[in-house]
T-cell receptor, first 115, second 117 residues
Framework: EAQVTQNPRYLITVTGKKLTVTCSQN?????MSWYRQDPGLGLRQIYY???????DKGDVPEGYKVSRKEKRNFPLILESPSPNQTSLYFC??????????????FGPGTRLLVL | AQKVTQAQTEISVVEKEDVTLDCVYE???????LFWYKQPPSGELVFLIR??????QNEISGRYSWNFQKSTSSFNFTITASQVVDSAVYFC??????????????FGKGTKLTVNP
């Protein structure tokens, strides 16, 4: 089954404790992206990757890191989480990013609570 | 800059009623795509439809239909004979501008639809 998977789905952590949210897709997609969803602010892009070893900042990259060592994986790293990073996180992928010519498919989401 | 407005924050209907969710967008691109996604209470984002700006024909998929009107920059979504399982937040989205920024989707704030039995 074609899908985007994220782990963990739920996470409660404390301020400053490094964490990684994994994202994997099995569709051989070149493009992957991370969004966060917050009440009243909607969905905002954190980072994206056009292909292996190519990543770039989205609208709200502060406090996050990413890497794209393999085509299928795009982990999101919070080196020192803070309470303002409490959010619902989505990973997305598409065959290419070309202005919507390809549909972006989203993972199931990761609910993160930083105490 | 790209912008998507979903003016209806919340809509509540009774089962079997028809309901239309509005989406108005702004873009300077002459060619673009529009999307609708559904977010059920379980939280995932489910792709519903992608439309090309060249194609203004209405699209129908079962109880779902979409009305795209370029003249009014609207891409409205209608659910016919709504069911409780349609209860969700619905998002309209459009890619960022062709000249940089097209690598993301710009989402509206969403419309929360509640279908009561």
């Amino acid at each position: 089954e074609a899908q985007v998977t994220q782990n963990p789905r739920y996470l409660i952590t404390v301020t400053g404790k490094k964490l990684t949210v994994t994202c994997s897709q099995n569709m051989n997609h070149e493009y992957m992206s991370w969004y966060r969803q917050d009440p009243g602010l909607g969905l905002r892009q954190i980072y994206y990757s056009m292909n292996v070893e190519v990543t770039d900042k989205g609208d709200v990259p502060e406090g996050y890191k990413v890497s794209r060592k393999e085509k299928r994986n795009f982990p999101l790293i919070l080196e020192s989480p803070s309470p303002n990073q409490t959010s619902l996180y989505f990973c997305a992928s598409s065959l290419s990013p070309t202005s919507g010519e390809e549909t972006q498919y989203f993972g199931p989401g990761t609910r993160l609570l930083v105490l | 800059a790209q912008k998507v407005t979903q003016a209806q924050t919340e809509i509540s209907v009774v089962e079997k009623e028809d309901v239309t969710l509005d989406c108005v967008y702004e873009t300077r691109d002459t060619t673009y795509y529009l999307f609708w996604y559904k977010q059920p209470p379980s939280g995932e984002l489910v792709f519903l439809i992608r439309r090309n700006s060249f194609d203004e024909q209405n699209e129908i998929s079962g109880r779902y239909s979409w009305n795209f009107q370029k003249s009014t920059s609207s891409f409205n979504f209608t659910i016919t004979a709504s069911q409780v399982v349609d209860s969700a937040v619905y998002f309209c989205a459009l890619p960022g501008p062709l000249q940089g920024g097209s690598e993301k989707l710009v989402f509206g704030k969403g419309t929360k639809l509640t279908v009561n039995p």
